[in-house]
């Protein structure tokens, strides 16, 4: 237990995170689309794509949110570890990571204000499973729709009605990760 | 662990010349401004190895971007061979240790001044601009708390009153770079001082980032957002151009250089994007003044 914490990071950090934010940066310019990254290993049941997330763009200065059911001692000590980052509570939260059910009620999180919307959180969302089958997506990013299997509807059409203020999501599954700004138009299909 | 390539002084350099946790915080001002188009998003601009206004914020941008296997294209006016992108490009040579190119199509990640390029840019593709003064209300209004409120209150009347002041007085808005667009219905954005020419290129398949260096912002244009340049029903936006031919490659669609020949009038316009205008005299476009003519006629 003591050495899996020490285990886990990037072997090569600013190559390895160069490629880990490329692929974080295709899937929130394409909302929908699925990006697989590799690299980085956090204690289960937190997914690799999760690790590489946390660690391409946490650190010391990045108040993170572990939810009930990832937040454990061994992912405790990964994070003091690898990353640095100071666990808070949800609504001082800049990333939160954690399932579906555990990162309700979303209404926690900080969803930035009027002057400076971008002050707001990123939810890491760890997934059973990820497709492109499910809720429609339209808006920027996206040519004429896409479609991605998201946990529910109607809770990100409530996001969108709150642009330019909202949350951002990713969504991981195994070495498997896609996004969901605040700006998509989400639709039931 | 960094693969060697000759001449490429990788060890004396973390990849990309900044530190990790500067390229997080950029990473993560980049990733905000995406999920907000047009918004723009204060970062810890650092100081680079080079002056303020030689295109530090979009260094910074690209630097956070590149990945080993990236092809780099850095164009100032869209030139590949002027100093600023010349010197651009060897400092990610050497620091990064990437690959770079003139070619449009061949590039991955293109760092531009002022111009967008003339060929057609695609998915795979992103698009770094260097942005002097992002604030587009700026000159209208200098305090930065006021243009904060104002972008916050969508309160864009002023921006619409200096059109029409332009009109007023010239009879045509006479704002022809820089021209102010609003993107995705929310935000109005200044695209760098790209001439208005290349507004309609804007909407756009690949990912356009914009980095201001001194200003400390950084924004965003996701792939296929709506850009709207703004305008009035009875003065609609107008991406003029020069009325002649390219007198090199003769392309008839491109935006041109007027080039002083000499003190008695003489000019020529020429593409202002060298690779557009290289790669159609490869092809053997050829126009008024391209050389085998003016060999001929000596």
Same mark, same amino acid.
């Given at each position: 237990?003591?050495?899996?914490?020490?285990?886990?990071?990037?072997?090569?950090?600013?190559?390895?995170?160069?490629?880990?934010?490329?692929?974080?940066?295709?899937?929130?310019?394409?909302?929908?689309?699925?990006?697989?990254?590799?690299?980085?290993?956090?204690?289960?049941?937190?997914?690799?794509?999760?690790?590489?997330?946390?660690?391409?763009?946490?650190?010391?200065?990045?108040?993170?949110?572990?939810?009930?059911?990832?937040?454990?001692?061994?992912?405790?000590?990964?994070?003091?570890?690898?990353?640095?980052?100071?666990?808070?509570? $949800?609504?001082? !939260?800049? +990333?939160? /990571? %954690?399932?579906?059910?555990?990162?309700?009620?979303? @209404? =926690?999180?900080?969803?930035?204000?009027?002057?400076?919307?971008?002050?707001?959180?990123?939810?890491?969302?760890?997934?059973?499973?990820?497709?492109?089958?499910?809720?429609?997506?339209?808006?920027?990013?996206?040519?004429?729709?896409?479609?991605?299997?998201?946990?529910?509807?109607?809770?990100?059409? $409530?996001?969108? !009605?709150? +642009?330019? /203020? %909202?949350?951002?999501?990713?969504?991981?599954?195994? @070495? =498997?990760?896609?996004?969901?700004?605040?700006?998509?138009?989400?639709?039931?299909? | 662990?960094?693969?060697?390539?000759?001449?490429?002084?990788?060890?004396?350099?973390?990849?990309?010349?900044?530190?990790?946790?500067?390229?997080?915080?950029?990473?993560?001002?980049?990733?905000?401004?995406?999920?907000?188009?047009?918004?723009?998003?204060?970062?810890?601009?650092?100081?680079?190895?080079?002056?303020?206004?030689?295109?530090?914020?979009?260094?910074?941008?690209?630097?956070?971007?590149?990945?080993?296997?990236?092809?780099?294209?850095?164009?100032?006016?869209?030139?590949?061979?002027?100093?600023?992108?010349?010197?651009?490009?060897?400092?990610?040579?050497?620091?990064?240790?990437?690959?770079?190119?003139?070619?449009?199509?061949?590039?991955?990640?293109?760092?531009?001044?002022?111009?967008?390029?003339?060929?057609?840019?695609?998915?795979?593709?992103?698009?770094?601009?260097?942005?002097?003064?992002?604030?587009?209300?700026?000159?209208?209004?200098?305090?930065?708390?006021?243009?904060?409120?104002?972008?916050?209150?969508?309160?864009?009347?002023?921006?619409?009153?200096?059109?029409?002041?332009?009109?007023?007085?010239?009879?045509?808005?006479?704002?022809?770079?820089?021209?102010?667009?609003?993107?995705?219905?929310?935000?109005?954005?200044?695209?760098?001082?790209?001439?208005?020419?290349?507004?309609?290129?804007?909407?756009?398949?690949?990912?356009?980032?914009?980095?201001?260096?001194?200003?400390?912002?950084?924004?965003?244009?996701?792939?296929?957002?709506?850009?709207?340049?703004?305008?009035?029903?009875?003065?609609?936006?107008?991406?003029?151009?020069?009325?002649?031919?390219?007198?090199?490659?003769?392309?008839?669609?491109?935006?041109?250089?007027?080039?002083?020949?000499?003190?008695?009038?003489?000019?020529?316009?020429?593409?202002?994007?060298?690779?557009?205008?290289?790669?159609?005299?490869?092809?053997?476009?050829?126009?008024?003044?391209?050389?085998?003519?003016?060999?001929?006629?000596?």
């Amino acid at each position: 237990m003591q050495t899996e914490a020490l285990t886990g990071g990037f072997a090569n950090p600013p190559i390895d995170s160069a490629a880990g934010f490329r692929a974080a940066l295709n899937a929130m310019a394409r909302p929908g689309k699925i990006e697989t990254v590799s690299g980085g290993t956090a204690p289960a049941p937190v997914s690799a794509a999760a690790a590489v997330l946390l660690l391409t763009l946490c650190d010391a200065e990045t108040p993170l949110y572990l939810a009930p059911g990832v937040d454990s001692p061994a992912m405790r000590d990964w994070g003091a570890f690898h990353i640095g980052a100071p666990l808070v509570k $949800a609504e001082e !939260a800049q +990333f939160a /990571l %954690g399932d579906w059910a555990a990162l309700s009620p979303l @209404e =926690r999180f900080r969803i930035g204000n009027a002057e400076y919307p971008d002050r707001s959180a990123t939810l890491i969302v760890e997934m059973p499973d990820l497709s492109n089958n499910g809720a429609i997506l339209s808006g920027p990013g996206i040519e004429t729709t896409a479609q991605l299997s998201l946990p529910e509807v109607e809770i990100f059409r $409530a996001n969108r !009605a709150l +642009f330019p /203020l %909202g949350l951002d999501f990713y969504f991981c599954a195994g @070495e =498997r990760l896609a996004a969901l700004p605040r700006s998509t138009k989400v639709e039931a299909a | 662990m960094t693969e060697e390539r000759p001449g490429v002084e990788t060890d004396a350099y973390n990849f990309a010349y900044l530190d990790e946790q500067t390229k997080r915080m950029i990473r993560r001002a980049i990733l905000k401004g995406v999920a907000i188009p047009g918004y723009q998003v204060p970062f810890a601009s650092r100081e680079m190895p080079m002056p303020y206004g030689w295109g530090t914020g979009g260094v910074q941008v690209t630097a956070a971007c590149l990945t080993p296997e990236d092809r780099l294209k850095v164009i100032d006016q869209g030139a590949d061979d002027t100093t600023n992108a010349v010197s651009i490009r060897k400092f990610f040579e050497r620091t990064a240790g990437v690959e770079t190119t003139e070619h449009t199509t061949e590039a991955t990640v293109i760092q531009t001044r002022h111009r967008i390029p003339e060929t057609p840019m695609t998915e795979d593709q992103i698009l770094v601009y260097q942005v002097p003064i992002p604030e587009p209300l700026r000159f209208l209004e200098p305090r930065e708390t006021e243009t904060r409120k104002m972008h916050g209150l969508e309160e864009y009347g002023l921006m619409h009153v200096k059109l029409y002041e332009d009109i007023a007085r010239h009879g045509e808005i006479a704002t022809a770079y820089a021209y102010p667009v609003k993107v995705e219905g929310r935000y109005v954005m200044d695209p760098s001082p790209i001439p208005k020419f290349d507004n309609p290129r804007l909407e756009s398949p690949a990912l356009q980032l914009f980095g201001a260096g001194r200003e400390q912002r950084i924004y965003a244009v996701p792939p296929y957002s709506k850009v709207v340049s703004l305008d009035f029903e009875d003065h609609p936006f107008d991406p003029s151009k020069a009325d002649h031919p390219c007198a090199l490659c003769g392309a008839e669609n491109t935006y041109l250089d007027e080039v002083i020949m000499d003190d008695a009038g003489g000019r020529m316009f020429v593409c202002s994007d060298t690779d557009y205008c290289a790669t159609r005299q490869a092809e053997g476009h050829r126009g008024a003044q391209s050389a085998p003519f003016t060999e001929a006629a000596e």
